[in-house]
């Protein structure tokens, strides 16, 4: 599969086409380059992952909580890779869904060779491949942990559905921590290898996954969803940049943000609620705000 035939996109930060809530990571790629839909990008997103050679319990758990993701409204983004990476696709595609494909190697050049048909069906099903690699980029072992932190930067949650302790999934994992994405696992058997991973992750703070309800609830669904739309819908504007800027962790005065970035009362108010319904800032009480 060749990029010029399949119309490759490329996208800057700025960009209104690229993932809003990717943006938010820290060192964000930039630019991106895509096959597909670009529509897909704008979410909201939610990341299956897991094992390149997983048990048939972690194929099942694939195929029984992906549909109801869809369901939900989710493009399911994962990393085209053997195992549950594809069976998250190929539950999505099944489903009806649109699903996104991050690969590890240049956009040209489709990895693994054994999942091209994979990708076709992910592009003409209205979903896209994406990589922030160029041309026929060899896929190197130090691109897969760079593509993981795309796969959780994008996505609201992770789902590791089966993994061994060193597994890449579990970095993916660890990055969502990071970034302040919900990360949930299937405790699986404790007999069995590809549970180690999941229970490490649960160790640290993922959320155990037995039926869909654990995800959807731990979630605020409807919340989150609704945020992942204002950003889609209405990028961030000049103003908004400055605010963020100027915002920390901590609370600040709506005074001390009007000195800070030159602009009249009116418009910092404004700004600020578009921020808040974007999920992007808090409203601590008392006129003061901090970042999300």
């Avoid at 693994?112 to 990589?131: F, R």
């Avoid at 061994?164 to 058997?189: D, M, W």
């Avoid at 609620?273 to 705000?289: F, P």
Wanted: overall charge neutral; proline content about 6%.
């Amino acid at each position: 599969m060749h990029a010029k035939i399949a119309n490759m996109k490329t996208l800057y930060m700025h960009d209104s086409r690229y993932p809003p809530i990717l943006r938010e990571i820290h060192s964000p790629p930039n630019p991106i380059f895509v096959l597909g839909n670009t529509d897909a990008l704008k979410g909201p997103c939610f990341a299956v992952v897991g094992a390149r050679r997983p048990s048939q319990y972690g194929q099942r758990v694939v195929e029984a909580i992906v549909p109801h993701l869809v369901e939900e409204g989710f493009v399911i983004v994962s990393g085209l890779a053997y195992g549950i990476d594809s069976f998250a696709h190929e539950a999505t595609l099944k489903a009806g869904g649109r699903t996104v494909a991050v690969l590890g190697s240049g956009i040209e050049l489709i990895h693994p060779s054994g999942k091209q048909w994979l990708a076709k069906q992910i592009i003409e099903n209205d979903g896209a491949i994406i990589s922030e690699f160029p041309g026929r980029t060899a896929p190197l072992k130090h691109h897969f942990p760079m593509r993981n932190r795309i796969i959780s930067g994008m996505s609201l949650g992770v789902f590791v559905a089966e993994a061994c302790i060193k597994s890449g999934s579990l970095i993916t994992a660890r990055a969502a921590l990071e970034q302040n994405r919900e990360v949930f696992a299937s405790p699986g058997s404790i007999f069995s290898p590809l549970s180690e991973g999941p229970l490490s992750i649960i160790k640290q703070g993922a959320t155990p996954v037995a039926k869909i309800s654990d995800i959807l609830d731990q979630m605020n669904l409807k919340t989150k969803i609704a945020q992942s739309e204002t950003r889609a819908a209405v990028p961030e504007s000049h103003e908004e940049t400055a605010l963020l800027a100027a915002l920390s962790h901590e609370p600040t005065h709506i005074d001390e943000l009007i000195r800070a970035t030159g602009m009249d009362a009116s418009t910092v108010s404004g700004a600020l609620t578009l921020l808040e319904l974007k999920g992007r800032v808090i409203h601590a009480g008392g006129m003061q705000y901090l970042l999300n």
